[in-house]
């Protein structure tokens, strides 16, 4: 199994930044494309980055895009990310994911989650 432990979420004014991380434990964490999905009330869970085994594609949500940044040390067995130019829309709770590629942006082929750690944008 692989546990997955998200940290780094806080309150933030917009256009400020912060860096998550997730912090994996348990089997062959190099293995396992990582990702990110955030949820906030009242709305589905969304996709937003994920970071093949290697850490050499990544592909982000366009609404992200060219602010958010994912990536990933493998010797830490941790995976990041980088939020920059923080928007009131961001605010939710970000989940931080594990499955076997890129496809799991697709969050039916998520193989494991994390609990969650909160993003508040204030505007």
């Known amino acids: 199994q692989v546990q997955l432990v998200e940290s780094g979420g806080g309150l933030v004014q917009a256009g400020g930044s912060l860096r998550l991380s997730c912090a994996a434990s348990?089997?062959?964490?190099?293995?396992?494309?990582m990702g990110w999905f955030r949820q906030a009330p009242g709305k589905e869970r969304e996709f937003v980055a994920v970071i093949d085994w290697s850490g050499d594609s990544t592909r982000h949500a366009d609404p992200v895009k060219g602010r958010f940044l994912i990536s990933r040390d493998n010797a830490k067995n941790t995976v990041y990310l980088q939020m920059n130019s923080l928007k009131p829309d961001d605010t939710a709770v970000y989940y931080c994911?594990?499955?076997?590629?890129?496809?799991?942006?697709?969050?039916?082929?998520?193989?494991?989650w994390g609990r969650g750690t909160q993003v508040t944008v204030s505007s």
């Open positions: 348990g089997r062959s964490f190099s293995s396992y494309a």
């Open positions: 994911a594990a499955g076997l590629s890129l496809t799991m942006s697709n969050r039916q082929l998520v193989q494991y």
